[in-house]
C-alpha cells in the first residue's frame, strides 16, 4: 500500500542528484499503465473464470447463454436478487476487511473463519442475555461481545508471532479447527437447544433491522442493517489507516521489519495490534446471520466467509474502500451458484471462484515482473578493480 | 485383552496412514522450498480419481493409478503457479483446495448424478501371505497391498531425502537455493520434483480414503492434509518423524472414537493435533526449524 506522502522542500527527491550520473533515471510509468496494472488482473482473471465456466456449461450439458441470463436476472435483474448479493457480501466485507488491515502489516491472516465462528458465538450468547436493555444499546453490546471475542481470539497468533516467531499462517490454520471443536463442545454441552445445533433466539432489542421494514421491494429480503456497519467500518479502517499515528506505523510495519525497527516503530505491539484489531473484524462479520438474518447462532453458519475475505482483500489490494465492490463481486458469485443452481450444480461458481483467483495471482505476478523491467531502473554494478601488481 | 489390543493398534494403524503419505507428501515439498497446504485438495482429488477409476475399468489397481495420476495433476497445477508463474504459494494452495471441493462436488453431480457419494466400489483383494493373515485383529491390514505400500514408500521416503545426492539437492532448493544455483543445479527441475512427489503422496493417501470407505463422499478428505501439515511440523520436516506424528495424531483420534461418552469430551481429543503442533511452534516442545527459504519464489535476477 502506497501512502500519499506530502513532498517536502522542493519536490525534489534528495537523492536525485546524488545519484546522477551513476544510476540511470527511472522512467515513470503512464497513467495508462497504472490503470492496467491495477485492474488489468481484476478484468483478465474474471474473463477468465466466466469462460471457463460457459465452457463446464456446455460440458455438463447446459447452454452457456441461458446460464448467464439466469445468472444475470436471478442476481441483478430485480431489487430483491441485488438485495440478496448485498446480504451475501456483507460478512465478506468484513472478513475483507479484516484480511487486508493483516496484509498491510505483512501478515496473513488465514483464520477468519474461526475468528468468525468464535465471535458469533459470543454474540449470539450475549445477545441472548441482554434482554432487559433497550434497543440500540443492547445491539450494540451484543457486537461488543462478538469483536472481543474475535479479536481474543485473533490475538494468540498475534501474540505467538510476536514472542515466539510462529508463522501465522500455520498458527491461524490450527486455530481455525481449534475454534471449531470448541464452539462445538460449547454448544453441545452448554449452549445449544436439545437435539439441535443453534442456540436460543437473542433478544429482540439486539436484533439488527432488517431493510425490509423500509422498502416494500426488499420484501422477504434477509438483508439488514449489518451492510450498513459494514460499510461504515470500511471508511472507518480507510480514516485510521491513513490518518492516524497507529495506522501508519502499520503501514510501516508492511514495509518490513527491517524497515519497521529503523523507523523506531515497536514490532511486536503492532504485530498484536494488527491481528487483534483483524480478529475484532471478523468476529463482527457474524453479525450479519447472528444479529440480522436468523437472530441464533448455528453450526458452520461462517460457510467459508473467512477464506473468502482472502479472495476480497486480494482484489481490493487491501485498500479498505475497494474492499466494498470487492465483496459485492464475490457476493455476486456466492447468490449467482444458488440462482443457477437447476441449471448447474451450485459448486461450478465455487469453480469460478477458484479459477479466478488462481489465475489473478498469476497475472499479478507476471504484471509486477513485467512493470520492474520497463520502469526500474537496473541495479548498480559495482565491478572490483582489479589489483594493480 | 490382547484381542483389544490389537484391534487398538489396528485401528491406529489404519486412521494414521493417510495422515502419514499426505504429512511425507508435504515433507518432500517443503524441504524443496514450496509451501502446500494443497495437500488437502490433493488427497480429495486422490479419493475421487480412485472411484472413478476404479468404477470405470472395474479394476481397483487401475483406480490406485488413477488416483494418484490425480493427485499429480494438482500437484502439477501447484507447481505451475508457484515455480512457474512465482505467485504467492499459500494463495495458491487455498485456490486450489477451493477449486478440489467445488471440481469434485460438480463432477459428482455429472457423471454419479449425486450431490453427495458416489456408487460402491471394491477395495484392493488382500494379498495371500499365509502367517499375517492369521494374526488376530491385524491380519487384514497386514495383508492389504495397500497398507504394505504405504509403509514401504514411507520408509523409502526417508531413505530418498537422506541417503541419496538426490535428497541433498532437494534439501539444498529449500535452504539455499542461490548456492544450488550457483551450483549449476536446477532448481526449477528440483522444486518442480518436491511438489510432484508430495501430489503422489497425497494422492495416495485420497486412494486409501477412498478404499477404506468404498466410495467417494463430497468433502470427504474433511481436514486430512491440514492435520498432515500438523504432523509435518511436529515432525520436523522429515518423513519418518512425520509418520511417528501421525501415529500419535491417530491415537487421539482412535481414543476419541473407543472412549466412553463424557469421559473426556470428545472435542478435547479433537484438539490435540492442532494444540500440539502450536506448542511445537512456539517452541516450548523441541523446536521446529522449517526450511530457511520456505515459501519464497526464487527469481536470479533479486537481490536477497
Redesign the interface.
Known amino acids: 500500500m502506497k501512502l500519499r506522502r506530502r513532498r517536502s522542500g522542493h519536490g525534489q527527491d534528495p537523492l536525485a542528484g546524488a545519484l546522477e550520473g551513476i544510476a540511470p533515471p527511472a522512467r515513470r510509468p503512464g497513467l495508462l499503465w497504472l490503470v492496467l496494472r491495477s485492474l488489468g488482473p481484476v478484468f483478465l482473471s474474471v474473463v477468465l473464470g466466466l469462460g471457463l465456466a460457459a465452457i463446464f456449461a456446455r460440458l455438463l450439458g447446459a447452454s452457456p447463454a441461458v446460464f448467464f441470463e439466469t445468472l444475470f436476472a436471478g442476481t441483478l435483474g430485480s431489487a430483491y436478487g441485488v438485495s440478496q448479493v448485498v446480504f451475501r457480501a456483507t460478512p465478506l466485507i468484513f472478513t475483507g476487511l479484516a484480511v487486508a488491515l493483516a496484509f498491510q502489516a505483512r501478515l496473513f491472516n488465514i483464520g477468519a473463519e474461526g475468528q468468525m465462528a468464535i465471535g458469533g458465538l459470543a454474540m449470539a450468547f450475549v445477545g441472548a442475555s441482554v434482554g432487559a436493555l433497550p434497543f440500540p444499546l443492547a445491539m450494540f453490546v451484543a457486537l461488543a461481545g462478538g469483536a472481543l471475542a474475535g479479536g481474543v481470539w485473533g490475538a494468540i497468533p498475534g501474540v505467538l508471532k510476536a514472542r515466539t516467531g510462529s508463522h501465522e499462517v500455520i498458527v491461524t490454520i490450527m486455530l481455525n479447527f481449534i475454534a471449531f471443536a470448541l464452539v462445538n463442545y460449547l454448544l453441545s454441552r452448554r449452549l445449544a437447544l436439545p437435539e439441535t445445533v443453534r442456540t436460543a433466539e437473542i433478544a429482540a432489542s439486539a436484533q439488527l433491522p432488517r431493510l425490509s421494514e423500509w422498502s416494500d421491494a426488499l420484501r422477504g429480503s434477509p438483508l439488514n442493517a449489518g451492510f450498513l456497519l459494514a460499510v461504515l467500518a470500511a471508511f472507518a479502517l480507510q480514516a485510521w489507516s491513513a490518518r492516524t499515528p497507529a495506522g501508519f506505523s502499520l503501514q510501516i510495519l508492511g514495509e518490513g521489519p527491517m524497515q519497521a525497527r529503523y523507523a523506531g516503530i515497536p514490532i511486536a505491539r503492532f504485530t498484536v495490534l494488527a491481528m487483534t484489531l483483524s480478529g475484532a473484524l471478523a468476529g463482527l462479520a457474524a453479525c450479519n446471520f447472528v444479529l440480522g438474518y436468523k437472530h441464533y447462532f448455528e453450526e458452520g453458519f461462517t460457510a467459508g466467509a473467512g477464506f473468502q475475505g482472502i479472495a476480497v482483500a486480494l482484489f481490493a489490494r487491501n485498500r479498505p474502500l475497494w474492499v466494498v465492490p470487492s465483496a459485492l463481486f464475490f457476493g455476486l458469485l456466492s447468490y449467482g451458484g444458488l440462482v443457477a443452481n437447476g441449471i448447474v450444480p451450485r459448486e461450478l461458481l465455487d469453480v469460478v471462484q477458484a479459477v479466478i483467483l488462481i489465475s489473478f495471482i498469476v497475472l499479478d505476478r507476471a504484471l509486477r515482473r513485467i512493470t520492474r523491467r520497463a520502469f526500474e531502473p537496473a541495479p548498480i554494478q559495482v565491478t572490483p578493480q582489479a589489483e594493480p601488481a | 485383552m490382547i484381542e483389544t489390543t490389537l484391534a487398538f493398534v489396528a485401528q491406529v494403524l489404519r486412521i494414521s496412514a493417510p495422515y502419514g503419505l499426505a504429512a511425507v507428501g508435504g515433507v518432500f515439498s517443503e524441504r524443496a522450498g514450496v509451501?502446500n497446504?494443497a495437500l488437502e485438495g490433493i488427497l480429495l482429488s486422490g479419493a475421487f480419481g480412485a472411484v472413478y477409476g476404479t468404477l470405470a475399468s472395474g479394476n481397483p489397481w487401475i483406480g490406485l493409478l488413477v488416483g494418484v495420476a490425480a493427485g499429480l495433476a494438482v500437484a502439477a497445477?501447484h507447481a505451475a503457479?508457484t515455480i512457474f508463474?512465482?505467485?504467492?504459494q499459500?494463495?495458491?494452495g487455498?485456490?486450489?483446495n477451493?477449486?478440489a471441493?467445488?471440481?469434485t462436488?460438480?463432477l459428482l453431480?455429472?457423471i454419479y448424478h449425486s450431490?453427495s457419494n458416489s456408487p460402491r466400489i471394491d477395495a484392493l483383494a488382500p494379498l495371500p501371505i499365509p502367517f499375517l493373515a492369521s494374526i488376530p485383529a491385524l491380519g487384514d491390514l497386514l495383508t492389504s497391498p495397500l497398507f504394505l505400500l504405504a509403509i514401504l514408500v514411507i520408509v523409502l521416503a526417508q531413505g530418498l531425502l537422506f541417503g541419496t545426492g538426490f535428497g541433498l539437492a532437494l534439501r539444498a532448493a529449500g535452504d539455499g537455493p542461490r548456492a544450488l544455483d550457483g551450483a549449476g543445479l536446477s532448481l526449477t527441475a528440483l522444486r518442480w520434483s518436491g511438489v510432484l512427489l508430495s501430489g503422489f503422496f497425497a494422492g495416495m493417501a485420497g486412494v486409501w480414503l477412498a478404499m477404506e470407505q468404498h466410495s467417494f463422499t463430497d468433502g470427504m478428505s474433511g481436514?486430512r492434509g491440514?492435520i498432515a501439515?500438523?504432523a509435518m511440523?511436529v515432525g520436523k520436516w522429515s518423513p519418518l518423524g512425520a509418520a511417528l506424528a501421525c501415529l500419535l495424531f491417530g491415537a487421539a483420534e482412535t481414543l476419541q472414537i473407543r472412549l466412553p461418552d463424557g469421559l473426556v469430551?470428545a472435542?478435547?481429543l479433537?484438539?490435540i493435533p492442532?494444540?500440539v503442533?502450536?506448542l511445537v511452534?512456539?517452541?516450548w516442545i523441541g523446536r521446529a526449524t522449517?526450511p530457511a527459504k520456505l515459501g519464497e519464489a526464487y527469481d536470479r535476477e533479486e537481490?536477497e
Not at chain 2, 85 to 88: H, I, L, P, Q, V
Open positions: 509451501v497446504i497445477l503457479v508463474a512465482r505467485a504467492d499459500i494463495l495458491s487455498l485456490a486450489i477451493l477449486l471441493f467445488g471440481g462436488r460438480c453431480e455429472a450431490a481436514g491440514y501439515l500438523a511440523i469430551p472435542q478435547f479433537q484438539m492442532y494444540l503442533t502450536l511452534l512456539a517452541g522449517p537481490a
